[in-house]
């Protein structure tokens, strides 16, 4: 993921939550489902009610035609524990759609993937 020109190497779920809605109206605009922005903003979720169990970055390789070299694309492998609250639930949805569309930068190369695991 990137943010500001950067790019993350430590796990935020807020700020993989805003790549989350990032991309849901990415894909909603690009094929028009959508007529507007929606008009109420999904709640952030605590930072309390999230637990990193595990994050280290994974540098993948991949040959470039254009500059015709390997090159490395990095990205975060994280497990994640959320407790379930109110915000969650409100995010579900969108969480579902992006886990079969993948989420972040490079998602053209496969990258952005993530499996949501339920107890």
Request: glycine share 6%; net charge positive; with cysteine.
């Amino acid at each position: 993921m990137m943010r500001k020109g950067k790019v993350l190497r430590t796990f935020s779920i807020n700020e993989f939550l805003w790549q989350v809605n990032h991309r849901v109206w990415q894909l909603y605009r690009l094929y028009d489902l959508l007529s507007s922005e929606p008009s109420e903003p999904l709640p952030l979720i605590a930072e309390h009610s999230v637990s990193v169990i595990q994050c280290t970055w994974e540098d993948v390789t991949r040959y470039s035609m254009r500059q015709q070299k390997m090159m490395k694309i990095g990205g975060m492998k994280a497990i994640v524990a959320l407790e379930r609250t109110d915000a969650l639930d409100r995010w579900l949805p969108l969480l579902l759609f992006t886990e079969r569309f993948h989420v972040g930068k490079a998602v053209t190369f496969g990258l952005g993937q993530y499996v949501l695991w339920f107890q």
